[in-house]
């Protein structure tokens, strides 16, 4: 059996998250007690982005004096030393760290380098506009941050927030939104969507055998789902998916959906590598809104900041492509690519996204 595929037809928004989270994790209690620990152990001085006016920077050489170890804890007569626990933590949690650490890092060059400046009020300013998306004052969205994702205000802002508007301010203006792609995403959000059982096999041979017996029996076909089906959530339930919207990130199973009546099955729908579909249509939902005008405003807000994720992803992964780091935790050497016409920002796009600062959160459904 593969390893679990999520849904396909999943698309609440067209952000793509499946791609992967490059960096803004949110760090448990001990990994952000590594990071401070691994920071005395190696005499980093770092500024805190968005904090102040020397946000982000970094350094994890120099010539200051080692810090004194001081004791952290004493079990009968042994001394647990600062060191030793630092020893620990870098140990455990150094590599993850360390990356944020070198993400930050990078950043922070590339806007020195562009004189691009992130002060603390533009920061604060963005923490408040997200919160009254969500019709939520800051102290709120705060808690709500700690509760869900065990990130306090001075990290959010600084690991989160700054991060993510100093990379705006790199890329650019580069969203260009067409009639088209607006009326798309309307469709997609809010128009007719078809309900459907789904079968997911990783073997075109197992696949074909599947779909022959459910052809002849569509009255198995959840009992086919939940013996065949490689996808566990929806194989628990007999196949039952969401409803699959028009327009969505996969391209072949919405057209195969939308052509099927209620009660008809679907061939054999290949959507990814060593991945087949076989769908069993229930009938289509009815149009949530009918008036494109009615939410307009908010497709253009929504579309706009998929755009500029995109192109922050673009930018982000220039500049870890053209900086070379060399990571003694990990032994290895990264980027350093030389340019012989500069950096191009608008060019190569990526397979990852640097994910919103409302990612990982419940957010209001439509």
Same mark, same amino acid.
């Given at each position: 059996?593969?390893?679990?595929?999520?849904?396909?037809?999943?698309?609440?928004?067209?952000?793509?998250?499946?791609?992967?989270?490059?960096?803004?994790?949110?760090?448990?209690?001990?990994?952000?007690?590594?990071?401070?620990?691994?920071?005395?152990?190696?005499?980093?001085?770092?500024?805190?982005?968005?904090?102040?006016?020397?946000?982000?920077?970094?350094?994890?050489?120099?010539?200051?004096?080692?810090?004194?170890?001081?004791?952290?804890?004493?079990?009968?007569?042994?001394?647990?030393?600062?060191?030793?626990?630092?020893?620990?933590?870098?140990?455990?949690?150094?590599?993850?760290?360390?990356?944020?650490?070198?993400?930050?890092?990078?950043?922070?060059?590339?806007?020195?380098?562009?004189?691009?400046?992130?002060?603390?009020?533009?920061?604060?300013?963005?923490?408040?506009?997200?919160?009254?998306?969500?019709?939520?004052?800051?102290?709120?969205?705060?808690?709500?941050?700690?509760?869900?994702?065990?990130?306090?205000?001075?990290?959010?802002?600084?690991?989160?927030?700054?991060?993510?508007?100093?990379?705006?301010?790199?890329?650019?203006?580069?969203?260009?939104?067409?009639?088209?792609?607006?009326?798309?995403?309307?469709?997609?959000?809010?128009?007719?969507?078809?309900?459907?059982?789904?079968?997911?096999?990783?073997?075109?041979?197992?696949?074909?055998?599947?779909?022959?017996?459910?052809?002849?029996?569509?009255?198995?076909?959840?009992?086919?789902?939940?013996?065949?089906?490689?996808?566990?959530?929806?194989?628990?339930?007999?196949?039952?998916?969401?409803?699959?919207?028009?327009?969505?990130?996969?391209?072949?199973?919405?057209?195969?959906?939308?052509?099927?009546?209620?009660?008809?099955?679907?061939?054999?729908?290949?959507?990814?590598?060593?991945?087949? !579909?076989? /769908?069993?249509? @229930?009938?289509?939902? &009815?149009?949530?809104? $009918? *008036?494109?005008?009615?939410?307009?405003?908010?497709?253009?807000?929504?579309?706009?900041?998929?755009?500029?994720?995109?192109?922050?992803?673009?930018?982000? !992964?220039? /500049?870890?492509? @053209?900086?070379?780091? &060399?990571?003694?935790? $990990? *032994?290895?050497?990264?980027?350093?690519?030389?340019?012989?016409?500069?950096?191009?920002?608008?060019?190569?796009?990526?397979?990852?996204?640097?994910?919103?600062?409302?990612?990982?959160?419940?957010?209001?459904?439509?």
């Amino acid at each position: 059996m593969g390893e679990p595929t999520p849904n396909p037809h999943a698309t609440q928004t067209k952000t793509k998250s499946k791609r992967k989270i490059i960096f803004f994790a949110a760090g448990t209690g001990l990994v952000l007690l590594a990071g401070v620990l691994f920071f005395q152990t190696f005499n980093a001085k770092t500024g805190s982005a968005g904090e102040d006016k020397s946000a982000g920077k970094v350094r994890l050489s120099g010539n200051q004096p080692a810090v004194r170890s001081q004791p952290v804890a004493k079990v009968g007569s042994v001394v647990i030393t600062e060191d030793e626990l630092a020893r620990e933590c870098i140990a455990l949690y150094g590599p993850e760290v360390l990356e944020n650490v070198i993400n930050r890092a990078v950043i922070e060059q590339a806007c020195q380098k562009a004189g691009v400046t992130v002060e603390q009020a533009e920061v604060h300013a963005e923490v408040e506009k997200i919160a009254k998306r969500f019709n939520l004052d800051t102290k709120t969205w705060y808690d709500m941050l700690q509760a869900e994702r065990k990130m306090n205000p001075s990290q959010y802002r600084r690991n989160v927030i700054w991060p993510m508007l100093a990379l705006r301010k790199l890329a650019g203006q580069q969203t260009h939104l067409t009639q088209a792609e607006v009326q798309k995403a309307f469709v997609r959000d809010y128009g007719p969507r078809v309900k459907a059982r789904m079968i997911m096999m990783d073997n075109l041979h197992r696949a074909q055998k599947v779909w022959d017996d459910v052809k002849r029996n569509p009255a198995d076909f959840e009992r086919k789902a939940r013996d065949f089906s490689i996808e566990p959530n929806s194989r628990a339930l007999g196949g039952a998916i969401q409803p699959i919207p028009q327009y969505s990130d996969n391209e072949s199973l919405w057209k195969a959906a939308f052509k099927l009546k209620e009660g008809e099955i679907s061939g054999i729908i290949q959507i990814g590598p060593s991945r087949y !579909a076989i /769908l069993m249509c @229930e009938g289509h939902t &009815d149009p949530v809104v $009918t *008036n494109i005008e009615e939410v307009k405003s908010q497709l253009i807000e929504q579309l706009t900041e998929e755009q500029t994720q995109e192109a922050v992803a673009r930018v982000f !992964a220039k /500049l870890k492509e @053209e900086t070379r780091v &060399d990571n003694y935790i $990990t *032994n290895t050497v990264t980027g350093g690519v030389s340019q012989t016409s500069g950096t191009n920002f608008g060019q190569n796009p990526v397979q990852q996204a640097i994910p919103s600062p409302t990612q990982g959160l419940n957010r209001p459904t439509r």
